[in-house]
C-alpha cells in the first residue's frame, strides 16, 4: 500500500508565499512522477505542476514564474513553493504520485488535499 500525506496549506495574504510538502510512503519500487493538482469550488480539478523522476517539469500556464516544483527522492517528497499567491489561487490542492511496484506493475495514487485560501 502506497500513501501521500500532504502538508503546508493555509491561509495567506494575496502576495504572500505558502510551501507544500507531500511525502510518499509503503512500498514501492521507484516514483515515476508526482505532482499537485488543485480543485477550486465548482471548478474541476487541475494540472498546477508536475516533475519525473528524471527532474523533468511542467508546470499550467496560470503559475508559471510563481510557482516551483521540486522533490527530495531520499525523503521521497516532493514540494510545492508557491509564491506572489492570488485570490484565484485559492482551491483544495492534492499531491499525485506515479509509481512503480513491481515489474509491469504501477499504480496512481492521491493525497487527501490540503485548502490553500488566499485573501485579497
Known amino acids: 500500500q502506497v500513501q501521500l500525506v500532504e502538508s503546508g496549506g493555509g491561509l495567506q495574504q494575496a502576495g504572500g508565499s505558502l510551501r507544500l510538502s507531500c511525502a510518499a510512503s509503503?512500498?514501492?519500487?521507484?516514483?515515476?512522477?508526482m505532482g499537485w493538482y488543485r480543485q477550486a469550488p465548482g471548478k474541476q480539478r487541475e494540472l498546477v505542476a508536475r516533475?519525473?523522476?528524471?527532474?523533468?517539469?511542467d508546470y499550467a500556464d496560470s503559475v508559471k514564474g510563481r510557482f516551483t516544483i521540486s522533490r527530495d527522492n531520499a525523503k521521497n517528497t516532493v514540494y510545492l513553493q508557491m509564491n506572489s499567491l492570488k485570490p484565484e489561487d485559492t482551491a483544495v490542492y492534492y499531491c499525485n504520485g506515479k509509481f512503480t511496484i513491481s515489474l509491469g506493475r504501477y499504480l496512481e495514487v492521491w493525497g487527501q488535499g490540503t485548502l490553500v485560501t488566499v485573501s485579497s
Open positions: 509503503g512500498t514501492f519500487f521507484s516514483i515515476n512522477a
Open positions: 516533475i519525473t523522476s528524471g527532474e523533468i517539469t
